[in-house]
């Protein structure tokens, strides 16, 4: 039994593996939300305790909690943008996979690239699945990132069962 599912290389799945990096297994949006809350709540009792107590050795505590939530907003909004934009030759690219018995087949379109693979299931190190994509790692480099709603022929359970007998223990199941 075959099962076929497709990709796109837009700013969505860039975003979402950029995400997926910088937080794991975790919710991105809730990371974000608790992590910029934290550093919210430190700025403002950092300012009280300066007007209060009129200490000027905590401007020094000041600029590492405003700096903390821009360096979260540039990780959370900008990064993606950023890795997107570098990857110039690369969007638009078209990926289709073909799960079969031992191999996936995984053709690729685009204007500057098209080439065509065979990956034996044993060659993937990891598999991440998120509510959305799959994430099969050949390396901690490569990655291959599967639209989980292009998905035919089968489900993602299909697929799971698929690989789970190659990657073993390896195989992650993400709560974004």
């Known amino acids: 039994m075959e099962i076929q599912a497709k990709s796109k290389f837009d700013f969505d799945t860039m975003k979402a593996f950029t995400h997926f990096s910088l937080f794991g297994k975790a919710n991105p949006k809730k990371r974000f939300i608790t992590w910029s809350t934290i550093s919210v709540i430190l700025t403002v ?10 200490d000027p050795s905590l401007i020094v505590m000041l600029c590492v909690s405003v700096g903390l939530f821009l360096l979260e907003c540039y990780l959370y909004f900008l990064l993606p943008k950023i890795q997107y934009k570098s990857l110039r ?12 018995d031992h ?4 053709i690729t379109k ?10 034996e299931y044993s060659m993937f190190a990891k598999v991440y699945e998120s509510s ?11 990655v291959h990132i599967i639209d989980k709603n292009t998905i ?8 799971r069962n698929k690989l789970t007998p190659y990657v073993k223990d390896k195989y ?3 709560k974004s």
């Open 103 to 106: 191999v996936l087949k995984a």
């Open 152 to 159: 035919e022929g089968g489900t993602a359970e299909d697929i």
């Open 132 to 142: 959305r994509y799959l994430f099969l790692y050949q390396t901690n480099r490569q």
């Open 89 to 100: 030759k690369l969007q638009g690219a078209e990926n289709e996979y073909i799960f079969c």
């Open 45 to 54: 009792i950092v300012i009280l305790e300066m007007i209060l107590f009129s």
């Open 110 to 119: 685009s204007e500057e690239y098209s080439g065509e693979a065979a990956i």
């Open 172 to 174: 992650f199941l993400c």
